[in-house]
């Protein structure tokens, strides 16, 4: 599994802006796929980073998120993305692939509740509405 694997969402994503605001000082490679750099984060802090992404889990950084944990942060991805930028673009286009994919998925779900909806007879319909809505009704009740 490489970084983006291993990361959260919320770090791959953060990293993306990091990426994208150019937050990466500087950076240098130190090896085959081995990166070094300076990232800016939050509050004028600046970090040291170091990835690795044959063995991304001796990767580091020395923010409070990642220091001293074997995590992938936002300022390791946003590292990764600038010494490798086809990585970010190709991890957009999955991204668009599988957005693409879900719409596909909610209209095959939307034609297949039309067509069950209109299976129903009036009075099917109105027992199956009227459960809907005393469901509702509870679960408003609940919260």
């Known amino acids: 599994m490489g ?3 291993i990361a959260s969402n919320n770090s791959v994503w953060r ?3 990091y990426y994208n605001n150019k937050k990466v000082v500087s ?3 130190s090896g085959t796929g081995i990166y070094e750099g300076v990232v800016s984060g939050s509050e004028g802090n600046t970090y040291i980073v170091h990835i690795d992404t044959e ?3 001796k990767s580091s950084c020395n923010c ?3 220091d001293g944990r074997r995590v992938v942060c936002k300022h390791m991805i946003a590292l990764y993305f600038t010494a490798e930028p086809k990585v970010a673009e190709d991890f957009l286009k999955e991204v668009e692939k599988w957005e693409a994919k879900e719409a596909e998925r909610e209209q095959q779900h939307y034609e297949e ?3 069950y909806v209109k299976s129903l007879s009036k009075t099917e319909l109105q027992e199956q509405l009227l459960d809907a809505l005393l469901q509702l009704e509870e679960r408003r009740n609940y919260w």
């Open 3 to 5: 970084l983006i694997e």
């Open 15 to 17: 990293g993306m802006d």
């Open 27 to 29: 950076w240098e490679s």
């Open 55 to 57: 063995h991304p889990r």
């Open 64 to 66: 409070p998120f990642a």
């Open 113 to 115: 509740m039309k067509k």
